[in-house]
């Protein structure tokens, strides 16, 4: 059968189980750290004998708008998701990406499902499952819904029915595990032939690499990725970005609040300013991350805004809507009037009241977003053809070309 065609890439239809696994959070420090100690045989192995390399995720460096470029193959400004929370200019309604509305274009996992290809999606958040699972014709579900949803037309009334237990708290480090223990169950059974994993965070938010926690939930998705070897399918891991520190040498956290040194500055409602990390998950991060959105009430104040916050301390870099489409790949019809950076070892939020410190105060803050978050493991099981190595050699690897390299490549 011919290839399938997508944003001008062709992917050739698999003959085997292909498992991607997007291990959110993953900084390529968790790999490292695991293949040197030796405490993970299986994604030692992909390291050794397989491909494995460091690539860029898109920026920002937030869940939402790379899942969505994994899967489509290209970055935000050909796809259009660029955020997890967006201010809609028109209305002034700040609105949560959850759904597909946004979405340009069709994904990966769609054009295979409705090429023949058994494809499948689970996820841990269930705020994907809408978005990137858009048009697929197969499972798509997340643990977070285990027990809601029904997979009849597949031989189980539900998702907890085929994995064989309950559905795990949305804070825990078996939110993720669910999700690989869903696709080896639709797997084994033969439901699907293509499988898009997708896990949470949590574990990468609250614990670095080398910490016992991280190492027990590392350690458990390679046992997973074991079993999923021994069915017989190629497996990658990639990440949608990776995670940072964002304290002082004490571990106090160092946060700037954009919002109110603005509106300190150039008055009360002067601006409005929108943390794209938000999502339903506020626990693992108080919505603090290392990108914000500053849309302004008074286009003259733009110029006079960016200088100011340039001078602010934490911040790295202040982007103008031109500015940021053009170095960043965003849509600039979806841009802001600024878009602020930070440093790698601050955070930035918008008005101190709006965020719930106290969720972020257990462990020291470590979230994402900004260029220090940017770069991600990139493995695959399998090496690649003398054609793949070149393409690899001679091009700039980012998240987003795992699918083509997978498909294309992977011997």
């Given amino acids: 059968m011919p290839p399938v065609e997508l944003h001008g890439r062709h992917y050739p239809l698999p003959d085997r189980p292909v498992v991607l696994i997007c291990i959110d959070g993953c900084d390529p420090e968790y790999i490292h750290n695991a293949v040197s100690r030796g405490i993970c045989p299986n994604i030692t192995a992909m390291v050794e004998t397989g491909f494995s390399s460091i690539a860029d995720c898109v920026m920002p460096s937030f869940t939402n708008p790379n899942n969505a470029s994994i899967v489509t193959g290209v970055p935000p400004n050909v796809h259009g998701i660029a955020g997890n929370y967006y201010l809609d200019r028109e209305t ?45 014709e197969g499972p798509c579900f997340s643990s977070e819904k285990a027990a809601q949803t029904s997979l009849e037309q597949y031989g189980f009334p539900t998702v907890e029915e085929m994995v064989g237990r309950a559905q795990p708290d949305m804070y825990s480090p078996d939110l993720s595990l669910y999700v690989l223990d869903a696709g080896i169950q639709l797997l084994k059974q033969k439901k699907s032939q293509v499988l898009y994993l997708s896990l949470s965070d949590y574990v990468q938010h609250k614990y670095a690499p080398g910490h016992p926690e991280s190492d027990a939930f590392l350690q458990a998705i390679d046992q997973r990725i074991g079993e999923f070897l021994g069915l017989g399918a190629v497996v990658a891991c990639v990440a949608d970005h990776g995670m940072s520190y964002k304290t002082d040498f004490t571990g106090q956290a160092q946060l700037l609040f954009v919002q109110d040194v603005i509106e300190q500055q150039f008055g009360t409602g002067s601006a409005r300013v929108i943390c794209p990390i938000t999502d339903p998950f506020v626990r693992h991060h108080g919505a603090l991350g290392s990108f914000v959105r500053v849309y302004l009430k008074d286009p003259e104040n733009i110029e006079a805004a960016a200088q100011f916050l340039r001078n602010q301390v934490g911040v790295l870099e202040v982007l103008t809507q031109v500015e940021a489409a053009h170095r960043l790949d965003l849509p600039v019809d979806r841009e802001a009037d600024l878009v602020v950076i930070s ?13 719930e410190l106290s969720a972020v105060q257990d462990q020291p803050l470590r979230t994402h977003g900004g260029y220090s978050e940017q770069r991600v493991p990139f493995l695959i099981s399998a090496p690649l053809s003398e054609a793949g190595l070149e393409w690899a050699k001679t091009s700039r690897l980012h998240n987003y070309d795992m699918f083509f390299v997978l498909l294309n490549y992977a011997l």
Avoid at 349 to 354: F, M, R, V, Y
Wanted: include cysteine; aromatic fraction near 2%; proline fraction near 2%.
């Fill in 92 to 136: 002034g309604e700040e609105i949560m990406v959850n759904d597909a509305r946004m979405l340009q274009g069709e994904t990966l996992l769609a054009l295979l499902s409705k090429a023949g290809i058994p494809t499948a999606m689970v996820t841990a958040k269930d705020k994907l499952t809408k978005l990137i699972g858009h048009g697929l």
């Fill in 343 to 355: 440093a790698q070892d601050w955070a930035l939020g918008s008005k101190c009241s709006e965020h």
